[in-house]
Nanobody, 114 residues
Framework: QVQLVESGGGLVEAGGSLRLSCVASGSVRSIGAMGWYRQVAGNQRELVALISSDSQTKYGDNVKGRFTISRDNAKNTVTLQMNSLKPEDTAVYYC????????WGQGTQVTVSS
């Protein structure tokens, strides 16, 4: 089993920045790719960013050029730096890890005011 704990969400004005962090614990050796997804109530969960074990990245079209994902394998941490935030970025952000199974964090709320 892998446990994921997110931190760093909150309220920010449009144009501002936030940094989300996710720390993995448990069977961390089994983890390959990690990433962030987000979900607005009533909508499907959507990809924000993914990073492979060798740090190759993939971003959702809505965040390209504004968000940056990184990971520190020694600390079992994945970070999402979010810049130039827009009201439409408001959502619950979930950390995700892929190993033999798929694991999710509990989510952290990000609210961007206009």
């Amino acid at each position: 089993q892998v446990q994921l704990v997110e931190s760093g969400g909150g309220l920010v004005e449009a144009g501002g920045s936030l940094r989300l962090s996710c720390v993995a614990s448990g069977s961390v050796r089994s983890i390959g790719a990690m990433g962030w997804y987000r979900q607005v109530a009533g909508n499907q969960r959507e990809l924000v960013a993914l990073i492979s074990s060798d740090s190759q990245t993939k971003y959702g079209d809505n965040v390209k050029g504004r968000f940056t994902i990184s990971r520190d394998n020694a600390k079992n941490t994945v970070t999402l730096q979010m810049n130039s935030l827009k009201p439409e970025d408001t959502a619950v952000y979930y950390c995700n890890a892929l190993g033999r199974y798929e694991f999710w964090g509990q989510g952290t709320q990000v609210t961007v005011s206009s």
